[in-house]
């Protein structure tokens, strides 16, 4: 009778599964629903350490402040606050509501409208820990997918935030600073264009104005 020894493989080292989680939003100090959901985020991520290390997940945690119709354009940006794990926006809708911290950011006589989570039939103003921790558990058990642009179909800025990036470089133009007289930032350049015009100073000692 013949037989046959299968020697088994060594060991290998696996590569561990990446998944990446984009965080954007208009403010982390002033806006209670950025820092609400900063924090969910965090707390979210803490409850799953165990769970992805031993699945040998790797967490790629991106933070952005989107403070210019640049960075929205670049990040295909519609509503603040927003979760993409993936690539993929964690709600499945993009429902909003007057936002009384960010109307006060921007000085906008119109307001500003942030996210509204929608979750389990039920909404709130910050994300749910529960939801970060579903969508990323489904992420990590399940099939494999490639990342998807995010927003497909952008084709411009929200009009809402087109207002809060124009009304936020007026207050930041309206406030005193080394750069250059409140009077001169008043004339210096268009609305639209303060938040670059009249930046924070340089380690030269000037901005946009000088």
Known sequence: MNT??????????????????????????TCTRCVGTNQNLE???????QVLMLTGTQLNVNKVLIDSEEKAKAHRFITSPTIRVNGRDIALETKESRCDSCTDLCGCSEGTDCRIWVYQGQEYTEAPVAMIVEALLQEVY??????????????????????????????????????????KQESCCEPSEKSACCGEVSQSGSCGCQ
Request: aromatic share 8%; with cysteine.
């Open 4 to 29: 046959q020894t299968l020697e088994l493989p060594r060991q290998q080292k696996f590569s561990p599964r990446q998944v990446g989680v984009d965080f954007l939003f208009l403010d982390l100090n």
């Open 43 to 49: 707390i979210a991520i803490d409850s799953l350490k």
């Open 142 to 183: 399940g099939a494999p997918q490639k990342a998807t642009p995010a927003s497909p179909n952008y084709d411009e800025v929200p009009e809402n935030l087109q207002n809060f990036f124009v009304g936020q470089a007026v207050q930041k133009a309206n406030t005193p600073s080394s750069c250059c007289a409140p009077e």
